[in-house]
């Protein structure tokens, strides 16, 4: 899955596919999976349960808080590196920005993210088990 972010006034590209945890992994030598397996799970179902946008962003803000920023900041740069394989290592990425807003651009994100782990009917039969 391809979305383009615009970020401090350039369109940044981000791909998202079953590959990314692989990509994570290469580049920074653990399985980012244990730390956002539980959290995914968590996003999906206060979104699949929010009534409205705002409290659809308020669920992944408080589930992404399980998550360390420095985790956050590593699949950001590993969604933006998968799309354009010539941008510079992580510091350098984000040095190269004056602003850098990385929970709304994590928020943009996540049900990229969420859709490239879990097919919508898994999802639905999950969610569905979890609230009875």
Known sequence: MLKTIKIDG?????????????????????????ALLPTVAEIA???????????ELISIL????????????KLIWTF???ANKDIPEIVDWYDSF???PMIDIIV?????????LISKKKL??????EKQ
């Open 10 to 34: 350039k369109a940044v590209d981000f791909q998202i596919t079953a590959s990314f945890p692989l990509r994570f992994e290469n580049q920074f030598n653990y399985d980012i999976l244990q």
């Open 45 to 55: 179902e206060g979104v699949e349960s929010a009534e409205n946008k705002d409290e």
């Open 62 to 73: 408080n589930n992404l808080m399980s998550l360390k920023l420095t985790d956050i900041q």
């Open 80 to 82: 933006a590196k998968a």
């Open 98 to 100: 004056e602003e850098f």
């Open 108 to 116: 943009e994100l996540a049900p990229c993210l969420i859709d490239s």
């Open 124 to 129: 639905d039969k999950l969610i569905k088990q």
